[in-house]
C-alpha cells in the first residue's frame, strides 16, 4: 500500500491514510518513518489498534521506555494509560493524585525531557474521546528556532537547562502516588537548550515544562526566559490541534515538538494509551509521566 500523507496548513504534522499500522510492511514503513522526519507529527485515523499492535509498530522505530511506576500501567509496562476511568468505571476526580498528575500533561512539554536520555517519540491512541476537549496540540520547534533573533540564538547556542519532573510537577501539585524511591530515581539533568535533529540535520528549541532553568544563570530570570521562549514558539502557524477521533493513533518525534493536552470537562471519561520509543542512544531507561 502507498500511504496517502496530507500536510496541514501548519509548519508540522500531517494526516496518514491507506496504511495499516498493525500490518506495515517494510517498504511502507520506510515511507511513513520518511513522513514522520519531514512533518515531525503524524495522525493516522480510524486504527483501532489492540494494544499489542501498537507496541509491535512503535517498536520499529526503537525499543519502548518502561514504567518506573504502576500509576498509569496495567500489565505491560511498557503500555501507559492516561486516563480518567477507574477500573470500575468511575471518573478520577480533578482533585485526586491520578487527576493533579494528568493536569501537568496540559502544559507545554517533551515527553522524558527529565531523564538523562530523553524519549525519541511517543505513540498516543484513542480509545475513549469526551465530548467536548480532550484535544492534543502541538507545535513546532524546529520552525521556532528558525524565528529566533539571531542574537538570542547565539546567545542560546552553548546553554544547557536544568529539567526536573519534581519542578514541573510541584507546580500542579501532582506530587502525590509517586513513592519516595520513585522520586529519588529521576534526579534533575542537564539538555541543551538548542538540539540538533540526528535523522535531519535540523536545529531546534528544546524546552518545555520540565526545563526548569538555565545552568550558569539567575534562576528566576532564565525561568522568565524559558517561559517566554515556549510561550513565543507556540504560535501560528507553528502549532496545530489535533481533534481526536476513537480508533485514531498520533505519533510525534519528542527530539524537535512540543505537545500539550487541552483539557476536558472532568465528569467526561476520556481513555488514551500510550507507547513511548527510548532515546537514540536506545537505553531504555524507566521513567515517570
Not at 67 to 80: M, R, V, Y
Not at 124 to 151: C, H, Q, Y
Request: net charge negative; with cysteine; glycine share 8%.
Amino acid at each position: 500500500m502507498t500511504p496517502e500523507i496530507t500536510p496541514t496548513d501548519a509548519t508540522l504534522g500531517a494526516t496518514v491514510r491507506n496504511v495499516r499500522l498493525d500490518a506495515i510492511d517494510d517498504e511502507t514503513f520506510a515511507a511513513v518513518e520518511a513522513a514522520w522526519h519531514a512533518y515531525a507529527v503524524l495522525m493516522f485515523p480510524d486504527q483501532h489498534l489492540t494494544e499489542e499492535a501498537q507496541v509491535a509498530f512503535s517498536e520499529r522505530f526503537g525499543p519502548l521506555e518502561r514504567s518506573l511506576t504502576k500509576t498509569h500501567t496495567q500489565g505491560d509496562p511498557a503500555i501507559i494509560h492516561l486516563s480518567n476511568v477507574k477500573k470500575d468505571g468511575t471518573l478520577w476526580g480533578a482533585d485526586s493524585d491520578t487527576g493533579r498528575l494528568l493536569h501537568g500533561n496540559n502544559f507545554w512539554h517533551t515527553d522524558s525531557s527529565f531523564k538523562r536520555i530523553p524519549a525519541k517519540g511517543s505513540a498516543l491512541s484513542a480509545k475513549i474521546v469526551p465530548k467536548t476537549g480532550g484535544e492534543t496540540a502541538f507545535a513546532d520547534m524546529r520552525a521556532a528556532f528558525d524565528a529566533l533573533e539571531p542574537a538570542m540564538r547565539d546567545w542560546l547556542a552553548d546553554k544547557t537547562a536544568v529539567h526536573s519532573y519534581a519542578y514541573s510537577q510541584s507546580k500542579v501539585g501532582g506530587m502525590g502516588g509517586i513513592t519516595e524511591d520513585e522520586w529519588d530515581s529521576l534526579p534533575p539533568v542537564e539538555q541543551p537548550v538548542i538540539r540538533t535533529h540526528p535523522a535531519t540535520g535540523r536545529r531546534n528549541l528544546y524546552i518545555g515544562r520540565h526545563a526548569s532553568h538555565i545552568v550558569g544563570e539567575d534562576q528566576e530570570e532564565s525561568r522568565r526566559l524559558l517561559e517566554r521562549l515556549c510561550a513565543d514558539a507556540c504560535r501560528p502557524p507553528r502549532i496545530f490541534v489535533h481533534k481526536w477521533r476513537e480508533g485514531d493513533l498520533v505519533l510525534w518525534d519528542n527530539r524537535c515538538v512540543l505537545h500539550r493536552g487541552l483539557g476536558h470537562p472532568p465528569d467526561q471519561p476520556r481513555r488514551m494509551v500510550r507507547t513511548t520509543i527510548a532515546g537514540d542512544a536506545g537505553d531504555a531507561n524507566e521513567w515517570v509521566a
